[in-house]
Each structure stands twice: as C-alpha cells, then as structure tokens.
C-alpha cells in the first residue's frame, strides 16, 4: 500500500472513530441545536467540529485556482 492510500486510510479511520464519539454523546446527552450551531467554548461539539474540519481538510484540501 502506498503512502497516500495509508494515509487516506488513517483519515478515514479517525473520522469514523470520531463519528462514533459523536453519535454516543448524543445517545447519552440529547442533541441540541442551540449548541450546535453556537457551540460554547470548550464544548463537546466546539471540539467535535474542529477535528472534523481539520480531518475533512486533510482529505480534501481546498481548491486553488491558478490565474
């Protein structure tokens, strides 16, 4: 395997992994919208959003446009 599919492998892995921390959260303390679309400092779903985006951009960085 070569190191891009490892590393794509890595990512996928911790994504889920991250999905699942995600969905037991919820099980356990309800979902709230207020929180998820303001998330206070420091909470669950602040942090959860900033791994997933630091993960999501990893995978997929952005486009650049040459001009």
Same mark, same amino acid.
């Given at each position: 395997?070569?190191?891009? @599919? &490892? $590393? @794509?492998? $890595?990512?996928?892995?911790?994504?889920?992994?991250? &999905?699942?921390?995600?969905?037991? +959260? #919820? $099980?356990? #303390?309800?979902? @709230?919208?207020? =929180?998820?679309?303001? %998330? %206070?400092?420091? @909470?669950? +779903? =602040?942090? +959860?959003?900033? =791994?997933?985006?630091e993960i999501?951009? &990893?995978m997929a960085?952005?486009?650049? +446009?040459?001009s």
């Amino acid at each position: 395997m070569d190191a891009v @599919s &490892q $590393e @794509s492998n $890595e990512l996928s892995a911790k994504r889920i992994a991250l &999905q699942n921390t995600f969905k037991e +959260y #919820n $099980e356990k #303390n309800g979902f @709230s919208y207020e =929180e998820w679309v303001n %998330p %206070p400092a420091g @909470s669950f +779903y =602040e942090g +959860y959003k900033k =791994e997933l985006d630091e993960i999501n951009d &990893q995978m997929a960085p952005p486009l650049t +446009y040459q001009s």
